[in-house]
């Protein structure tokens, strides 16, 4: 075998290993990509600042997705929660049908001030409205905000909602 026939090999077994690797790197790099962008299990998140907290919420911009909510979740993350975006202030009513994780909501102001927290209880199709005109509503586990210290007058970093969020 010359130095020609051995430089071919090492090339196929190059061209080998970047045949079986560039797939896997590929498809695990988009998704850490999509991750990193905020998507989760189908659903665009953000890492929305709260007092002095970070939390982790889904966004919910849509009709659709206002409707649907958290109904149906066996749990959610202890950081994890949902932003409901309004296009509009208005007072806001929110109830519990079909959904079975215990939240605390707090309803919140275009300037992103809390103006006041409820707890909500799992399943309950009580009404829960807010007494002020509200832009946003956000929910987390029960007893979220009280543990992290969050209550009404503190703000909402609506700045580090993206572009992409509707009726910001």
Not at 36 to 42: M, S
Not at 62 to 70: I, N, P, S, V
Request: proline share 6%; net charge negative.
């Amino acid at each position: 075998m010359n130095s020609s026939d051995r430089h071919r090999g090492k090339a196929r077994v190059v061209r080998s290993t970047v045949t079986v690797f560039l797939p896997i790197f590929v498809l695990f790099s988009a998704g850490a990509m999509s991750c990193g962008a905020g998507e989760k299990e189908g659903e665009k998140t953000v890492r929305l600042p709260v007092g002095d907290h970070l939390l982790l919420v889904e966004i919910a911009d849509t009709d659709a997705k206002r409707e649907q909510g958290l109904m149906g979740r066996k749990e959610l993350p202890e950081d994890g929660g949902m932003l409901f975006v309004f296009p509009d202030s208005r007072n806001r009513s929110f109830w519990m049908k079909d959904t079975f994780v215990p939240l605390s909501i707090a309803y919140i102001n275009r300037h992103g001030e809390i103006l006041e927290i409820y707890d909500m209880e799992p399943l309950s199709t009580a009404a829960v409205p807010s007494r002020y005109p509200a832009q946003y509503a956000l929910e987390v586990g029960q007893g979220i905000f009280e543990q992290l210290g969050i209550g009404p007058g503190d703000t909402v970093d609506l700045s580090a909602l993206p572009s992409w969020v509707k009726g910001r």
